[in-house]
C-alpha cells in the first residue's frame, strides 16, 4: 500500500491550492480517505474525510467552505481543493488510509507567510 501526496508549497494569504494523493497497491474504491495535517510543535488534526464512493464527506470546523474534498476512484486519486488560505493553515498535509492497517504518505508542506 502506497499513498503519496503533491501539490503544496508556498502561497500567500488568501490564495488557493490544490493537493493530490496518488493511492496504489490496494482497491481504492473500497476505502475510505482522509487528509490530516500537523503543524510544527502541534499534534496532527483531520482536516477531511470522504467515504469510499465519495457520497459523504465531513471537515474540521476551522476548514469547513474553504477546503474541499474529492475523489476519483477512475485514477485511484483524492484530492483538497483549499481556497482562503490563511497562515494558520500552514502545516505539512498528509494523505490517509486504513485498510488492515493504517497507511500514511510522507505529506506535503504548505506554507503561508505570517
Known amino acids: 500500500v502506497q499513498v503519496v501526496e503533491s501539490g503544496g508549497g508556498l502561497v500567500q494569504p488568501g490564495g488557493s491550492l490544490r493537493l493530490s494523493c496518488a493511492a496504489s497497491g490496494f482497491p481504492f474504491s473500497r476505502y475510505a480517505m482522509s487528509w490530516y495535517r500537523q503543524a510544527t510543535g502541534k499534534g496532527r488534526q483531520l482536516v477531511a474525510h470522504?467515504?469510499?464512493?465519495?457520497?459523504?464527506?465531513n471537515y474540521a470546523e476551522s476548514v469547513k467552505v474553504r477546503f474541499t474534498i474529492s475523489r476519483d476512484n477512475a485514477k485511484n486519486a483524492e484530492y483538497l481543493q483549499m481556497h482562503s488560505l490563511k497562515p494558520e493553515d500552514t502545516a505539512l498535509y498528509y494523505c490517509?488510509?486504513?485498510?488492515?492497517?493504517?497507511?500514511w504518505g510522507q505529506g506535503t508542506q504548505v506554507t503561508l507567510p505570517s
Open positions: 490517509y488510509t486504513i485498510t488492515i492497517r493504517g497507511y
Open positions: 470522504i467515504t469510499s464512493t465519495g457520497g459523504s464527506t
